[in-house]
């Protein structure tokens, strides 16, 4: 194909590449939105990996679609050069003639499941992988980690100086970040919940032995009340009888009211 004629240098610039149809002009009946295709890493920028698919057709992977669970800062952490890769087209670019390519895409997303197996509150023991000033990452399962704050850290300070990789930690989970691939964890809440259920029971156990006295500590002091009123009924019965035979005895007897002096009888004379 003539590309340009320059008349002053007597120059034809011909092009071997444009006598070949555009591989692009039929780009989505090749490689249609959710097919799966071969290719091989060529190149790594920044933010992810380009893909040859075949001659002048290329692809992206973004670093996020590497894994749904681990995070990466650069695509060379996770590939190599001349890795041969099965990827899912994502979408497709014509103006940057490039295919969006997703690799995590070809697996399940183990989210669900994962939120499903450790709610919140779910307390496990996990090893520590990595150590950083602003907390630490721990392996919470095969290809699956966590992130324990320096805030939900037991040990006060830097924990490069209280902890070590390998250690492991008795941890609670905080909250669960599909979008961002990660767990939070705390190893602080872990030993509060612990201390709280042992505040818990200790409670439940006065609250048992409380609950189990009243009984005999009322019924008691019913029977005291019930007991008094009887004696005080009988002390007043006693003091009445003890009135009345007072005075019975004051009265004299035969019944007369003159208080016992006799009346001597007088004699009428007439005139």
Do not use: C
């Amino acid at each position: 194909v003539v590309l340009n004629v320059d008349i002053e240098k007597q120059r034809i610039s011909l092009g071997m590449k444009q006598a070949k149809p555009d591989p692009w002009s039929l780009i989505e009946e090749k490689y249609p939105i959710g097919s799966v295709v071969k290719g091989v890493v060529k190149e790594f920028g920044n933010f992810g990996a380009y893909i040859e698919i075949e001659e002048d057709i290329e692809g992206f992977l973004h670093v996020a679609d590497i894994s749904w669970t681990k995070r990466f800062s650069h695509p060379s952490e996770a590939l190599r050069k001349g890795q041969k890769l099965r990827l899912k087209v994502l979408n497709i670019d014509r103006k940057s003639r490039l295919l969006e390519l997703g690799l995590k895409q070809l697996r399940e997303n183990p989210w669900p499941e994962i939120m499903r197996r450790l709610p919140i509150g779910t307390q496990i023991k996990a090893p520590i992988l990595e150590l950083g000033e602003r907390g630490v990452t721990v392996q919470v399962d095969v290809g699956l980690e966590g992130f324990v704050p320096q805030s939900h850290l037991y040990k006060r300070g830097n924990p490069k100086e209280n902890y070590e990789v390998g250690q492991e930690l008795n941890l609670q989970v905080l909250k669960i970040e599909p979008e961002r691939k990660r767990i939070l964890l705390s190893e602080r809440e872990y030993y509060r919940a612990i201390e709280r259920r042992e505040r818990e029971r200790e409670r439940a156990e006065v609250y048992a032995r409380v609950k189990a006295e009243p009984v005999r500590v009322n019924l008691g002091e019913i029977l005291r009340a019930e007991l008094q009123k009887l004696e005080e009924l009988m002390r007043g019965a006693e003091e009445e009888a003890e009135e009345e035979k007072a005075e019975a005895e004051q009265q004299p007897a035969g019944g007369d009211e003159s208080g016992g002096e006799s009346a001597e009888p007088t004699t009428e004379t007439s005139a």
